[in-house]
């Protein structure tokens, strides 16, 4: 069974910055698509990010333009990671972290989702 | 910027039938952009229900159907329940990595 399990989310003041790790069994993250997907309050679901297989990383459009974002994974302890710098309020949302398939390209694995709140 | 409408909301009956869509700014959807559909409901992670245009995830019930209609892909629920009452929201494959998500569709059935 895949289970994909977040932590990391909570409270970060504007400006700071915040690793959200998504610890993977059942499948490997070296071997397969790893994504974050995020959701604003009251707000619809967001592609962020992916990292393929050979850990050639992908960012959204939306994104490009700040450079604040890291897609990342550490295949020892199996887990995908989000660095998220110079914190905004706009930043704040739940994080989702999701497997995608290579050639079909939906997500078919989701974490809990974590909260991410940036506020002073 | 590539944009994904959806329909901000539906109301279907319950027995009902409708169909939701999933379209681009400018262009039509096709296949090859892979579309496919998840469920939300308050509070939870998504549920993945349709994946390349008409593949149904594992456990999904056959009411829940997905095509492609003119020039957007669409998502219908054919004999509605009281449980999908949610919100729908489709994503596509632009290519180089990139995913788009739709704006959502709320459902209500009521």
């Known amino acids: 069974e895949v289970q994909l399990v977040q932590s990391g989310g909570g409270l970060v003041q504007p400006g700071g910055s915040l690793r959200l790790s998504c610890a993977v069994s059942?499948?490997?993250?070296?071997?397969?698509?790893m994504s974050w997907v995020r959701q604003a309050p009251g707000k619809g679901l967001e592609w962020v990010s992916t990292?393929?297989?050979?850990?050639?990383?992908?960012?959204a459009d939306s994104m490009e333009g700040r450079m604040h974002l890291t897609i990342s994974r550490d295949i020892a302890k199996n887990t995908l990671y989000l660095q998220i710098r110079t914190l905004r309020a706009d930043d704040t949302a739940v994080y989702y972290c999701?497997?995608?398939?290579?050639?079909?390209?939906?997500?078919?694995?989701w974490g809990q989702g974590t909260l991410l709140t940036v506020s002073s | 910027q590539t944009v994904v409408t959806q329909e901000p909301s539906f109301s279907v009956s319950p027995g009902g039938t409708v169909t939701l869509t999933c379209g681009l700014s400018?262009?039509?959807?096709?296949?090859?952009?892979?579309p496919s559909w998840y469920q939300q409901t308050p509070g939870q992670a998504p549920r993945t229900l349709i994946y390349?245009?008409?593949t149904r995830s594992s456990g999904v019930p056959d009411r829940f159907s997905g095509s492609i209609l003119g020039k957007k892909a669409a998502l219908t629920i054919t004999g509605a329940q009281a449980e999908d009452e949610s919100d729908y929201y489709c994503?596509?494959?632009?290519?180089?990595?990139?995913?788009?998500f739709g704006g959502g569709t709320k459902v209500t059935v009521l």
């Open positions: 999701a497997r995608r398939t290579p050639l079909t390209a939906y997500f078919d694995s």
């Open positions: 059942g499948l490997s993250v070296s071997g397969n698509y």
């Open positions: 990292i393929d297989s050979d850990g050639k990383t992908y960012y």
């Open positions: 400018s262009g039509s959807v096709y296949s090859t952009y892979y």
């Open positions: 390349s245009t008409n």
């Open positions: 994503v596509l494959y632009m290519g180089g990595g990139i995913s788009v």
